[in-house]
């Protein structure tokens, strides 16, 4: 099956973009975890070496997420993660990424494999939802989340992490 150049560039598009939200997540994810008492909870509950690797099939972009005793890290490389969340596609993992579908939505949809015990996969989207209403425009949030996750951190101090690691 032959792409077409134009769909080649929205693909490439596509996968620099999901790099950088992967990156902005990763770092939403350490800062709710300091800054929200949510978030920080849940995370605590995760048992030690607790691991989460996010893909986009077929090759696409990675983020690896472990838990230490020191908090969370972003090892290069997973060996058997506890979950493994495997977006089918490009085009579906940008929908999720970008706030124009949620994850429940994605879900139902089998826009992506989960491998894992669904209960702590919960646990991961339960954090999510948390960092998308830091991260999202409230009227972003609004529209891929039942209900909107009271902030209870300083969203400056929130983006300020995030942006800048302090």
Not at 25 to 47: C, P, Q, S
Not at 72 to 100: H, Y
Not at 121 to 149: G, N
């Amino acid at each position: 099956m032959k792409i077409s150049v134009k769909r080649k560039l929205k693909i490439k598009i596509k996968t620099i973009i999901s790099k950088i939200i992967l990156f902005f997540l990763f770092r939403g994810f350490k800062a709710t975890y300091k800054y929200d008492k949510r978030v920080r909870n849940e995370i605590d509950n995760w048992k030690e070496g607790f691991s989460i690797k996010l893909q986009i099939a077929p090759n696409g972009s990675c983020l690896n997420i472990k838990k230490t005793k020191e908090g969370l890290i972003k090892p290069k490389e997973i060996e058997n993660p506890n979950i493994a969340i495997c977006f089918k596609s490009i085009d579906a993992a940008f929908l999720v990424l970008t706030g124009r579908l949620a994850v429940s939505g994605a879900y139902a949809g089998h826009r992506f494999k989960l491998s894992g015990e669904i209960s702590e996969a919960m646990s991961f989207v339960r954090c999510v939802d948390i960092v998308e209403a830091y991260l999202f425009p409230k009227f972003i949030t609004k529209r891929i989340l039942k209900e909107v996750p009271k902030k209870y951190a300083n969203i400056i101090t929130t983006y300020r992490y995030v942006l800048f690691n302090f």
